[in-house]
């Protein structure tokens, strides 16, 4: 008997940075948006904790007890005094380190998924605590659609949102570990004092009304700046998308992925073609959002 999770990735449409806390974690106002791009989880009962992973890029996925999948195993168990005797088997499709949130949907998917097989009974309050224990970004991964995240971007408010935004990723060759990016953000802002990150209004109600261009308009990314100085190659990217009619160009979450709003499905084609043909970028994949969050199939 073996249980199989989905789970999406996300972009952020608006992540504002505060500066760096006592506990080297930043504040955040992280506006999540969950797209149809996706990981599979499958557990299985087996002798002892193992984890396999498939996809093309599954030789950069950490195989041992720093994948958050295992860590999310290992927490449930502890939490219900069982033993963490599962094989995890990972179908990998998100971008590895891309800012997409892999590695939490990862998370996600195997918390979901054990919770399932071994029937624990958690309540879903008691998931999201988990989530919030393997990381920043966990939490949304299991809930999906869209959320204002504050705090480090784990405390979660659910946003309705009136429509469909098709977007173009860019994978980048390699990844960037988000840790190297806030701290390349610490380094930039060193001499300026970093203001409270907030909401912003214009997001917020582009995504209620589902207005594609208005959310265009207000897309912001303050670890662009970061991600760009760490990898400048990632502005010639950016500026194919533009060039091939994107509404706009954007660095996802702490990159090196860039993501595309376009105008609908057709755009999204001629915008990934571009991409693909320009050799900036590893390959060009299109997704469409909000979709729900980690989902038993
Ligand atoms: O929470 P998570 O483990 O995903 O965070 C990875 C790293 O990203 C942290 O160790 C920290 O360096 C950085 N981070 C941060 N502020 C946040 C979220 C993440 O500085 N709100």
Not at 250 to 256: D, F, K, R, Y
Request: include cysteine; hydrophobic fraction near 50%.
């Amino acid at each position: 008997m073996s249980v199989t999770v989905r789970v999406p990735a996300k972009v952020n449409v608006q992540l504002a940075v505060g500066g760096a806390r006592p506990d080297g974690f930043h504040d955040l106002a992280n506006v999540f948006l969950a797209v149809g791009l996706y990981d599979e989880v499958t557990v299985t009962p087996a002798d002892s904790l193992r984890v396999t992973c498939e996809g093309p890029d599954a030789s950069r996925v950490p195989l041992d007890r720093t994948n958050l999948a295992a860590r999310a195993v290992e927490k449930l168990a502890a939490r219900y005094g069982r033993r963490a005797d599962v094989h995890l088997h990972i179908t990998k499709d998100i971008p590895v380190a891309g800012g997409m949130a892999g590695g939490s949907a990862d998370g996600a998917g195997a918390l979901l998924a054990c919770d399932a097989l071994w029937g624990t009974g958690a309540s879903r309050e008691t998931l999201l605590g988990i989530c919030a224990e393997l990381g920043s970004d966990v939490p949304f991964s299991l809930v999906g659609g869209a959320a204002l995240g504050t705090g480090r971007g784990e405390k979660l408010r659910v946003l309705e949102v009136g429509g469909t935004f098709h977007w173009v990723f860019a994978v980048a060759d390699g990844g960037l570990p988000t840790p190297a990016v806030y701290g390349e953000f610490d380094r930039l802002k060193e001499a300026v004092t970093v203001p409270e990150p907030v909401a912003s209004a214009a997001v917020l109600s582009a995504l209620a009304a589902g207005d594609v261009p208005a959310l265009a308009g207000a897309l912001s990314n303050d670890l662009q700046a970061a991600a760009l100085s760490l990898r400048p190659s990632l502005a010639s990217t950016l500026a194919v998308g533009t060039g091939a009619g994107a509404l706009a160009s954007i660095v996802s979450g702490s990159g090196p992925t860039t993501a595309f709003l376009v105008r609908d499905a057709e755009s999204a084609a001629k915008v990934a073609d571009a991409l693909a043909a320009s050799g900036t970028c590893r390959a060009a994949r299109v997704a469409a959002g909000p979709v729900q969050g980690a989902v038993v199939v």
